[in-house]
């Protein structure tokens, strides 16, 4: 059975720092690119942050880099998102995706608010 379980949500001031989790199982995890999106009240859903299945490679919502790094850990199956520099614009719930070859898995999402 496919798991993505995000974690590490919450309510953090403008300018603070989060790090968000994304535990995998139920597939193999270094065959997956794996990415972080994420959907505010009233939008789309949008890319944040995207991996390849070997970590060499990611790329960034233009928003987002400098501010926001993705890496993972093949070890534990996990992927992360470090948000840095938030801004009450970052308020959403942020997803947790794997996909490979056209299959696509997704978390259940994890909200994080940037409020004062």
């Known amino acids: 059975q496919v798991q993505l379980v995000e974690s590490g949500g919450g309510l953090v001031q403008p300018g603070g720092s989060l790090r968000l989790s994304c535990a995998a199982s139920?597939?193999?995890?270094?065959?997956?690119?794996m990415s972080w999106y994420r959907q505010a009240p009233g939008k789309e859903r949008e890319l944040v942050a995207a991996?390849?299945?070997?970590?060499?490679?990611?790329n960034y919502a233009d928003s987002m880099k400098g501010r926001f790094t993705i890496s993972r850990d093949v070890a534990k199956s996990t992927v992360y998102l470090q948000m840095n520099s938030l801004k009450p614009e970052d308020t959403a719930v942020y997803y947790c995706?794997?996909?490979?070859?056209?299959?696509?898995?997704w978390g259940q999402g994890t909200q994080v608010t940037v409020s004062s």
């Open positions: 995706s794997a996909v490979s070859s056209g299959t696509r898995y």
């Open positions: 991996i390849s299945s070997t970590g060499r490679n990611t």
């Open positions: 139920g597939f193999t995890f270094s065959s997956y690119a």
